[in-house]
């Protein structure tokens, strides 16, 4: 009794190796997906945090520069300018001229 050609391929090792194969590509493409969408989401959050630095440095930037006008906000010298150009006051001894053709 001779084997023919189409009982070869039937045999059940055969069919089992293609199982196989497949069950790892569907595997391997899954495992793929979820790395591609952790990269994709990894991406996004070190834009957020990058952001958010910024965002930190830009608000260290104004308390550094409140604590300054903090400092300053006592010394005479800072008392006499804001009342001379927010409140319009001067010294007793000294004449205001003011710029008629400059609009405010």
Request: proline share 3%.
């Amino acid at each position: 009794m001779r084997r023919t050609s189409s009982s070869k391929n039937k045999r059940p090792g055969n069919k089992n190796k293609k199982i196989k194969i497949v069950l790892i590509v569907v595997v391997l493409g899954y495992i793929s997906s979820i790395l591609i969408s952790q990269q994709i989401e990894i991406e996004g959050r070190k834009q957020a945090l990058a952001k958010i630095e910024e965002q930190i440095a830009q608000q260290q930037q104004v308390k550094e520069e409140l604590e300054q006008k903090m400092e300053l906000a006592g010394s005479p010298e800072y008392l006499e300018k804001i009342a001379r150009e927010q409140l319009g006051f001067a010294r007793p001894d000294e004449i205001i001229f003011y710029d008629a053709t400059q609009k405010k």
